[in-house]
Structures are given as structure tokens and as C-alpha cells.
């Protein structure tokens, strides 16, 4: 049996929400499972429709039925978890239902833990109203989705909301690629081994590419995403996220604010795009018709409720630096998009080559190892060496292959925990390193903002290309022109 966490109360807002019902009650359920969660933790499911608590548990339990594979459920793990799920309807934006979850916690000593899987326009009030209803104490936390405001303005009114409640040391803002176990798995590959501590510079790496890439389009959520955008859906938090974890220097140990203290270095670090790199430098786009996984499927002016003289982009891809000792002169090239033709999440370190070569000239382009670090679908790790191509007839003639950590291979009996299980478990726990800070998310969005203004003075419309496609033509020109190529090119 695994060593239980502290008991907590958690109050879950949205519980009914596709997020919630996806994600997060699977997430808690493993943990329950796996006897993680505290005997006596309780949760409490807040939403505006009218439930009884049988017919809550049973929409949970469909849930969970839909989404945990049927060897890690059993009758007696399912019934433990529902039996944890009360629930209660409450209008957030009031304070009259509030006094539901004061009575749910007259008589517990346990730290409440609370969950706002809401839009951040609601983020305010229902701090405010858990505060005036004397529902928190000293030992409260708050957990909060992104996207946290739709620009630098929006996001300090919104923290300025929640922090007018909660101490930031209370706040726990969820990005959940931070959860990822080949994320967390950076800080060891970077900081316990020499091999790649020492080659993580300048001097060693040639250049730094990141991708994102999906295959749905937008999924039904044209109302949000038409005013977000790639780029403020993506980019201003998962992918500045990844950048942070790559480019950072050593913290000083392991706690939370010794990594967020790094990662704020590399933000304040980021060279902006602007001016005249704003034509060389980014490339927006928007899907297309096209083919994915041989299905056809509509362009985004073409998806339902659309607007069809919408300029959202659907594509980013950019080049910037991370102006400091470690990384000056290190293009690092980033991009996501929709309707890709694979789901993808990868980084991938590119090593200079050696300064001397003495193999076959037309091989030369081989000659540099990269580091792969798979996020999704499969998560791993492969380094690409270069040996001798075996055979008698080969000569000296070079091959390419991985030296490789397979996740699911190398832990053939152990279950690769979702993202949401390690950020939960660390809310109960009260560690906030996998969470983002407020400063963090403002430099991100300083950033993200100094580009759109860019796009915004210029009023270029986005390139157009297929779905099913990497993106426009002219995001591999961008990387073509430097004399590198996207990783799926080689």
C-alpha cells in the first residue's frame, strides 16, 4: 500500500463539466486506487444543475466506466470513490448556495482544497463568496485552470480577484503539461547527469525546436477559441512552459520557488518578436479542408457557428532567443497548430556537430546527435547517436539510431500516471512546484502581447493550409532559411 496523503476536503466547481468528467474524477479514482487518497477525504461536486446525489454518483460513475480501462477497475475501488461524491447546486455568481459547502465543513478539521474548473471570468466571485460565507481558513487552497485572462491586463485583474482571497502561497495555477512524467523527468535528465549538464549550452547545441501539434480542430468551442486563437490558447502557457523547462539554469534545490525562479529568468530572457522580424520570424495560419487519418474534414471558416471572415489563427510557429550567458546566439524554433497530421508533443535538442569530419562528405548532414523527449502520445526519451552501419560491404558508412527510454517499455507492469493524478496529488500534499507563480504568467503574457500588438498594427491575415498538413509552406521556409529543418523532415 502506498503512502496515504493528507486528508483533505475537496469542493470541485464544474462538476459536471467536460473537464471534470474527463479528467478529473479519473485522475482522483487511480489515486484512490492506488491508496493515495486519505481514508476520510471527501469531495463535494458544485454545479448549477438540479442533482440528486445518487444520480451525481451515477454520472460519475458512467464517467469512469467510459474512461478507466477495465482491468484497473474493479466493483469494490468503484464503489470506495463514488461513495466519497456529494454534491450540491449552487448559482456561483451569488452568495446565497455557498452556506451548502459551510455546512459540509461545520464539522471537518481538514484543509479544504478548491477546484475551479469554471471559465476565469467566475474565478473572482467565487473566491469572494467562498470568503464571506466562512467557508476558508489559513489552511484553504485554491486551484485554478488556464487560460487566466485573455491578455496581460485581464490576467492581473483576474489574479489581483483571486489573491484578494488567497495568499499566493495558497494558489495553485494548473498547466497541466507540468504534470507530464517525461516533463519532470527533464529536471533529472538535466541536473543529475553530467552528460547532458555539461552539453546544455551554446557552445554545444546548435539549435532548440518545440512542437505542439493536434489533430482535432476546435472541437465544438468556436465561441472561446475564435477570440483566443493559437496563440493565446497554446503558446502563453503550455509551450512558454516547456521553453522554461529547457532553457532554465540549475535552481538552488527542488522547492517551488527555487524553479519558478529560474523559469521567470527565462521569460524576462525571451527575446521579443517585433519589427521587421515580424515578417521573418512568425508564421500564423489557419487550417484548411483536408484529410486526417484519411477522414476528410472542413477548413475553420467552414466549422459550425463559424465566422466566416474570422482572422484567427489555427498555427503558430516562431523563432526567438533566450538572450543570456547559456543560450546566446541558440535560435530556438516552436510551433503548434490544429489538424495536424499526428497528435505530437516533442522537444528536440539539436548538438553541434563535431568541428571536424572525416566520413563520407555526402553523409555529413548526419552528423550530429539530437535529443528526442516525447511528451505524447508515448512518452520517452531517445538519444540519436551515429555508428557504423554494419556489413562487409559498408565501409565506413555511418547509421542513425536511438539510444532509447521507452516509458511503457522500461515499466512494462507500471501504469504511466495521467498528468492530473501528480497535480492533484501535489495540491493535497501542499507543494506547489509543478504550479505556476502569478510573475511567471505575467512575463509570458508581456510577450504573447508584444506580438499580437505586432500582428495587430500590421492587419496581415493568416496563411492558409491543409489540414492534415504541417502548417503553412512558410514556417519550414522559416526554419530552411537558417539551414535546419523541422525534426519530421530528416
Known sequence: MSEQ?????????????DLALRKLYVAMYHLDREGLLADDARILGLARQDYEAEAYRARVRDALESRVDASERTEESMERFVARLEYAQVDFTTVDGYSKIADWRKDSSRPLVVYLSVPASLYGDICQHL????????????????????????????????????????????????????????????????????????SKVSHV???????????????????????????????????????????????????????????????????DMLNTDVVRGQYI?????????????????????????????????????????????????KRMPEKLSQIVIHFRQQPHYIFDPDQRSLAANK?????????GIALQVLTKDSGLDKGMRLRQGPLHLDFHKAFPKARIPDAYERLLLEVMKGQQYLFVRRDEIEFAWRWVD???????????????YPAGSWGPVSSIAMITKDGFSWYEDY
Open 131 to 202: 470568503e464571506s460565507s466562512g467557508c476558508l481558513d489559513e489552511h484553504s487552497r485554491v486551484v485554478v485552470e488556464k487560460p487566466i485572462g485573455y491578455d496581460l491586463e485581464t490576467s492581473i485583474e483576474i489574479n489581483d480577484a483571486i489573491g484578494a482571497v488567497f495568499d499566493e502561497t495558497s494558489i495553485y495555477r494548473i498547466d497541466h503539461y507540468l504534470g507530464k512524467e517525461t516533463v519532470q523527468n527533464l529536471l533529472a535528465l538535466r541536473f543529475a547527469n553530467p552528460l547532458f549538464g555539461d552539453q546544455w549550452n551554446q
Open 5 to 17: 496523503t493528507p486528508s483533505v476536503d475537496l469542493a470541485l466547481f464544474g462538476a459536471l463539466g
Open 371 to 379: 535529443l528526442v523527449i516525447k511528451l505524447q502520445p508515448e512518452e
Open 209 to 275: 525546436e518545440i512542437t505542439v501539434a493536434e489533430t482535432v480542430g476546435i472541437e465544438g468551442r468556436w465561441g472561446y477559441f475564435d477570440q483566443a486563437g493559437q496563440l493565446r490558447d497554446m503558446v502563453q502557457n503550455h509551450l512558454m512552459q516547456l521553453l522554461c523547462m529547457i532553457a532554465m539554469d540549475p535552481p538552488s534545490n527542488l522547492d517551488a520557488d527555487s524553479i519558478r525562479d529560474e523559469k521567470v529568468k527565462v521569460l524576462k530572457a525571451l527575446r521579443p518578436i517585433e519589427g
Open 289 to 337: 479542408a483536408g484529410s486526417v487519418g484519411g477522414k476528410q474534414v472542413p477548413g475553420y471558416l467552414d466549422e459550425e457557428d463559424a465566422n466566416t471572415e474570422s482572422r484567427t489563427e489555427t498555427f503558430v510557429a516562431f523563432k526567438t532567443e533566450v538572450s543570456n550567458w547559456r543560450w546566446a546566439g541558440v535560435p530556438f524554433y516552436l510551433r503548434t497548430g
Open 450 to 464: 508584444t506580438l499580437i500588438e505586432g500582428w495587430q498594427a500590421r492587419d496581415v491575415p493568416p496563411k492558409r
